[in-house]
């Protein structure tokens, strides 16, 4: 018999790191994107089936920001896990995205969750080396290139944390 | 404490007299009949009995000395305030957990009192405790009474002129009920469409019901937008407390949020719903809790255990205020009339007054939505612009990276303003020239371009090619890391090459000549040689060839023209240089022109055989330049001549 979950997931990241293009390409919406400079979050919806088990994943797509005192730290408030994102051209997003973490564990313990370092089309910029990326792994960090232009990555990662927040 | 066991307490901790305060009399007789009972016969009188008799101290210190020790530790206790406040402390918490429901009804009235006296002595303690708790409630209370009234005050107004409304004013007159009960009664028309039960913590939905004719978007994004939206408010107007939204209004449509511990209820409702409605929710909601706290406590996405919660939101999608049927035929227009003119003007004025002020209320609502929406729309603007911005601003950087010839070694943004600063060859395309075609603003960038060599081959190629310019026989190609030189090029030009690829800088890329074929080598070089050896004789004051030249020059023709195709596959030009000569004989100016007019016969003669004129140059050295110096006719013979020289040049 087929079962069904929904599971919060936030996803954090820096300014325009491509979270929306992946959360645009990938997921359910219905909400228009002004709701992030208004309300700053919209939810989205991201369905993963785990053999008889449908897992939607309610995905509150936070605001971008570098600024990170302005992220709403109460929108984490019950999350299965959390999707950090960062821009492998750009090694600062990567900083904030670790960054993000640490807030995040600080608020509300360790949680499943996936860095996807995302623009891995644009690869002759890529900014962030194989020795950087050993060392995240080697820290327990579950990382992904990933693009939301050719979908590298992508649907493993969500698959993956459905995976692990349900388990 | 009973009055009795405070006796006796009292009596035990007396202070002992000297004497011992027996009855030693009593005693005395005691004893006598203690030894009766042991020697019947003895005989015995209790005479003479001394007031003090140390013996007697001796017996009470054998029979009870312990109890004396132990009840004057007791004492010691009872008698020190600290030391018995300790002791009852310790043991006062459980007396009190042990004891039954009287000793709640013994200290009630104490406590009361203590109470009471404490907040006549300072009632702002109180007031304190009771502030965060009692003020949103009273808030919320007023603000439905508020609302509950406008909307009655609404109705009424509405309805004070209709033919429908004198009916009501009758019912009312006569059920003795207030007008705008009744009005609210008849008026109230709504419809419960949707009712989602949220889970506080997660935002997740856990059961949603929607009436039948109702549609809308996915529950689940809706659930968990609901959520976001009241962390929003909450976190956005602190002085909201813990409360949160619990009314959103769009058009006729209102969004009544009922929070619980563990679920929130929000409700979709069409149309215009009594404050009673609220009610209902909220009883729901509570029935909900009692019924399922403990899966709603421990609910973790999964609602297939709640299943039977949407029994009860069926009961609120059941709640609805049907409309009227329409208005019956046969309205008595006169009764309208009537009450329109016994209602006077004034009553009229009051309701266009009251249309104006809500008019202007909604008006300006509108406006601050619209401004909201604006200021939404420029900042969502704002962000499009500087994302498409910045795309341009990057597909710039990634050109001038992939320009040859550019080194950027800084990029960024600066003060509101892109700033871009590298290393640029001379040689290498023009920044600015890219940035015009990138699309960027050129008034939001600034560059700085350091210049320098690049030593990628294509650059040394054309540096060298500036300096260096090859001749049309020379192909200059990058192999590799070398430049090489194909063709062919005179000696000189081959000179000043070997002097060029010396002065290349070291590390980059070398110029290679060994492709290059030197013209005065090879065939080239020995048709030349043969041309050069050739000479046309003549007789003495002659200008025309000596019979029998004619042979010589049609072979000089001929290699002419060999050497002139040659030459132009080689890609250089071979020019012909005639110069006659004369003997000593008769004066030197006449041997001069003599020498010219010789060498100007022999290039007419050529012309005549098919070489072309414009590579032949003529001259003349009179007799200067002899070829045969003796004094002999042998030798005049042959200095009567014209020679022949092949000059090479370059083809550029």
């Given at each position: 018999m087929t079962t069904t979950v929904q599971k919060k997931i936030c996803m954090l990241g820096g300014f325009s790191v491509g979270k929306t293009s992946l959360v645009k390409r990938f997921v359910q919406s219905i909400f228009s994107e002004s709701y992030q400079t208004t309300v700053g979050v919209k939810i989205d919806k991201k369905t993963v089936t785990l053999g008889d088990k449908v897992v939607h994943l309610i995905l509150w797509d936070l605001a971008g920001e570098d600024d990170m005192s302005s992220l709403r730290m109460s929108y984490l408030r019950g999350s299965a896990g959390y999707v950090l994102v960062a821009d492998g051209t750009r090694p600062a997003t990567l900083e904030t995205a670790l960054s993000l973490r640490r807030r995040v564990e600080a608020d509300c313990g360790p949680l499943p969750f996936a860095l996807l370092l995302n623009k891995y089309d644009l690869r002759e910029q890529w900014a962030v080396s194989d020795g950087d990326l050993e060392a995240l792994r080697g820290s327990g960090c579950r990382v992904r290139s990933s693009s939301a232009r050719t979908g590298e990555g992508v649907e493993d990662a969500f698959t993956d944390l459905a995976t692990r927040v349900t388990h | 404490m009973t009055a009795s066991a405070a006796e006796t307490l009292e009596w035990l901790f007396r202070p002992r007299p000297i004497d011992s305060g027996i009855d030693r009399t009593a005693l005395a007789g005691l004893l006598v009949e203690l030894a009766r009972t042991v020697e019947p016969k003895a005989?015995?009188?209790?005479?003479?009995?001394?007031?003090?008799?140390?013996?007697?101290?001796?017996?009470?210190?054998?029979?009870?000395?312990?109890?004396?020790?132990?009840?004057?530790?007791?004492?010691?206790?009872?008698?020190?305030?600290?030391?018995?406040?300790?002791?009852?402390?310790r043991v006062l918490p459980a007396a009190i957990a042990s004891s039954d429901a009287r000793l709640g009804q013994v200290l009630a009235p104490a406590l009361e009192k203590a109470t009471e006296t404490s907040i006549r002595n300072d009632p702002r303690a109180l007031i304190n405790i009771l502030h965060p708790v009692i003020v949103p409630a009273i808030r919320k209370s007023i603000a439905e009474a508020i609302d509950s009234t406008f909307q009655s005050l609404n109705e009424s107004l509405r309805q004070s002129l209709t033919w429908r409304g004198l009916r009501w004013r009758f019912e009312a007159w006569r059920t003795g009920k207030p007008f705008a009960e009744v009005v609210l009664k008849h008026t109230l028309v709504y419809q419960v469409e949707h009712v989602f039960l949220i889970h506080s913590h997660t935002g997740l939905l856990i059961s949603h019901v929607a009436a039948a004719d109702a549609a809308s978007q996915d529950p689940q994004l809706v659930s968990s937008m609901l959520t976001a939206i009241q962390d929003f408010v909450r976190d956005s107007f602190k002085g909201a407390g813990q409360q949160g939204v619990d009314t959103l209004r769009l058009g006729d449509l209102r969004l009544w949020c009922e929070a619980g511990q563990f679920a929130m209820l929000a409700a979709v409702?069409?149309?215009?719903?009594?404050?009673?409605?609220?009610?209902s929710l909220r009883s729901v909601l509570s029935r909900i809790h009692d019924e399922r706290r403990q899966a709603l406590e421990s609910f973790d996405g999964d609602s297939s255990g709640l299943a039977d919660v949407a029994a009860h939101l069926a009961d609120c999608t059941a709640l609805r205020q049907q409309a009227r049927s329409a208005r019956k035929a046969g309205f008595p227009w006169f009764v309208f009339v009537a009450s329109v003119l016994l209602a006077g003007t004034a009553a009229g004025a009051g309701l266009w007054r009251w249309q104006v002020v809500q008019e202007q209320a909604r008006i300006s609502a509108e406006i601050a939505a619209e401004i909201a929406q604006e200021q939404a729309r420029v900042r969502a603007a704002e962000l499009e612009r500087r994302a498409a911005e910045e795309q341009l601003w990057s597909g710039y950087l990634d050109r001038l990276r992939a320009a040859p010839g550019i080194v950027v070694t800084e990029a960024g943004e600066r003060n509101g303003k892109f700033a871009v600063a590298g290393l640029r060859d001379p040689l290498a395309p023009d920044p600015a020239a890219i940035l015009s075609e990138s699309g960027v603003d050129p008034a939001r960038v600034v560059s700085r371009w350091q210049p320098y060599q690049a030593l990628d081959p294509v650059f040394v190629l054309r540096r060298l090619e500036a300096s260096l310019p090859p001749p049309r026989g020379v192909r200059l190609s990058i192999a590799g890391d070398r430049i090489v030189a194909e063709g062919s090029a005179t000696p000189l030009w081959l000179s000043r090459a070997?002097?060029?690829?010396?002065?290349?800088?070291?590390?980059?890329?070398?110029?290679?000549?060994?492709?290059?074929?030197?013209?005065?080598?090879?065939?080239?070089?020995?048709?030349?040689?043969?041309?050069?050896?050739?000479?046309?004789?003549?007789?003495?004051?002659?200008?025309?060839?000596?019979?029998?030249?004619?042979?010589?020059?049609?072979?000089?023709?001929?290699?002419?023209?060999?050497?002139?195709?040659?030459?132009?596959?080689?890609?250089?030009?071979?020019?012909?240089?005639?110069?006659?000569?004369?003997?000593?004989?008769?004066?030197?100016?006449?041997?001069?022109?003599?020498?010219?007019?010789?060498?100007?016969?022999?290039?007419?003669?050529?012309?005549?055989?098919?070489?072309?004129?414009?590579?032949?140059?003529?001259?003349?050295?009179?007799?200067?330049?002899?070829?045969?110096?003796?004094?002999?006719?042998?030798?005049?013979?042959?200095?009567?001549?014209?020679?022949?020289a092949v000059l090479v040049e370059d083809e550029r």
């Open positions: - | 005989c015995v009188q209790p005479t003479g009995i001394s007031s003090v008799d140390p013996r007697l101290e001796q017996l009470r210190d054998l029979l009870v000395g312990h109890e004396i020790e132990v009840l004057g530790r007791l004492r010691q206790v009872v008698e020190d305030p600290e030391r018995l406040g300790v002791a009852v402390g409702i069409r149309g215009n719903p009594p404050e009673e409605l609220r009610d070997r002097t060029a690829a010396r002065m290349l800088p070291a590390g980059g890329p070398q110029l290679d000549l060994s492709q290059v074929q030197n013209v005065t080598e090879g065939v080239f070089a020995k048709l030349r040689q043969t041309i050069q050896a050739r000479e046309i004789r003549f007789n003495t004051n002659d200008s025309l060839p000596a019979p029998g030249q004619d042979a010589v020059l049609d072979q000089l023709a001929d290699e002419i023209k060999d050497l002139t195709a040659l030459a132009s596959t080689m890609h250089v030009t071979a020019h012909i240089r005639l110069t006659g000569h004369a003997d000593d004989t008769g004066p030197g100016t006449l041997n001069l022109s003599l020498s010219i007019a010789r060498a100007g016969a022999v290039m007419a003669l050529l012309k005549k055989r098919g070489v072309a004129a414009d590579l032949i140059t003529i001259g003349g050295a009179g007799q200067l330049d002899p070829l045969d110096e003796r004094n002999s006719d042998t030798a005049r013979s042959a200095n009567r001549r014209v020679s022949v």
